[in-house]
């Protein structure tokens, strides 16, 4: 996976210059916004669901002539996990929240005034900070009664983030409605993979993985520069 994110981005490199050399492309500039449904893959398995979060940010656009592109982002987008309990009241659920730099290619395909489009690239995050919501003491759960009935991993509750910087692949599929000459509006849906765990992976550590994968759904609007 680290070799096909080189991959990836040599490829972006090469895009780019081949665009800049042969052919005179047009920019441009917007911003996004939509919702999140994210998870934390870890092994052995905890027991959860996708959590809910938010994702917003700006965007750079540069196209060939030939239904190529790159497309460049800098967003805010919170992660993390949410635990099931099943017949429970119970609630805990982790957050992250991440500044990340998505750079992808960008295919499209259709008519001038619709088009679809793919995307697909590396993205590097920086997380700003984590928190915790929970409706009952997660630090003592190994004493509440649910948790010794119901045996499952705990650890994960209290346990401290290690790498603050992760790395991954994207890729989302979408459509584009051109307004008019200058602006347009696009719906996306995209995927996110990490190759970063989250917390400790060493082998008397209790995770021998634990990296984010993370669904989004956006609304962006982009205004033609060139």
Same mark, same amino acid.
């Given at each position: 996976?680290?070799?096909?994110?080189?991959?990836?981005?040599?490829?972006?490199v090469?895009?780019?210059?081949?665009?800049?050399?042969?052919?005179?492309g047009?920019?441009?500039?917007?911003?996004?916004?939509?919702?999140?449904l994210?998870r934390?893959?870890?092994?052995?398995?905890?027991?959860q669901?996708?959590?809910?979060?938010?994702?917003?940010?700006?965007?750079?656009?540069?196209?060939?002539?030939?239904?190529?592109?790159?497309?460049?982002?800098?967003?805010?987008?919170?992660?993390?996990?949410?635990?099931?309990?099943?017949?429970?009241?119970?609630?805990?659920?982790?957050?992250? #929240?991440? @500044?990340?730099?998505?750079?992808? +290619?960008? /295919? =499209?395909?259709?008519?001038?005034?619709?088009?679809?489009?793919?995307? &697909?690239?590396?993205?590097?995050?920086?997380?700003?900070?984590?928190?915790?919501?929970?409706?009952?003491?997660?630090?003592?759960?190994?004493?509440?009664?649910?948790?010794?009935?119901n045996?499952?991993?705990?650890?994960?509750?209290?346990?401290?983030?290690k790498?603050?910087?992760?790395?991954?692949?994207?890729?989302?599929?979408?459509?584009?409605l051109k307004?008019?000459?200058?602006?347009?509006?696009?719906?996306?849906?995209?995927?996110?993979?990490?190759? #970063?765990? @989250?917390?400790?992976?060493?082998? +008397?550590? /209790? =995770?021998?993985?634990s990296?984010?994968?993370?669904?989004?759904?956006? &609304?962006?609007?982009?205004?033609?520069?060139?």
């Amino acid at each position: 996976m680290r070799r096909l994110s080189i991959i990836c981005l040599v490829a972006l490199v090469a895009l780019v210059t081949k665009a800049q050399t042969h052919y005179e492309g047009t920019i441009a500039i917007g911003g996004k916004a939509g919702v999140t449904l994210s998870r934390v893959n870890f092994n052995p398995n905890v027991e959860q669901m996708m959590s809910p979060g938010m994702t917003a940010g700006v965007m750079f656009r540069y196209i060939e002539e030939k239904n190529f592109g790159l497309i460049a982002e800098l967003n805010m987008t919170q992660r993390g996990w949410k635990e099931k309990y099943e017949d429970s009241d119970y609630s805990y659920r982790h957050n992250f #929240t991440y @500044v990340e730099l998505p750079i992808m +290619t960008h /295919i =499209f395909f259709g008519s001038e005034r619709v088009k679809g489009f793919f995307n &697909l690239g590396p993205e590097i995050n920086v997380m700003l900070g984590d928190g915790i919501k929970s409706n009952f003491s997660y630090q003592d759960a190994a004493t509440i009664d649910y948790f010794i009935n119901n045996p499952r991993r705990i650890e994960q509750m209290t346990m401290k983030v290690k790498n603050k910087l992760d790395y991954g692949i994207c890729g989302g599929a979408g459509m584009e409605l051109k307004l008019n000459p200058k602006h347009s509006v696009l719906l996306e849906g995209r995927f996110y993979y990490g190759l #970063t765990d @989250v917390f400790p992976n060493h082998k +008397t550590d /209790i =995770f021998s993985s634990s990296n984010s994968m993370t669904v989004m759904v956006t &609304l962006g609007y982009f205004y033609k520069l060139k």
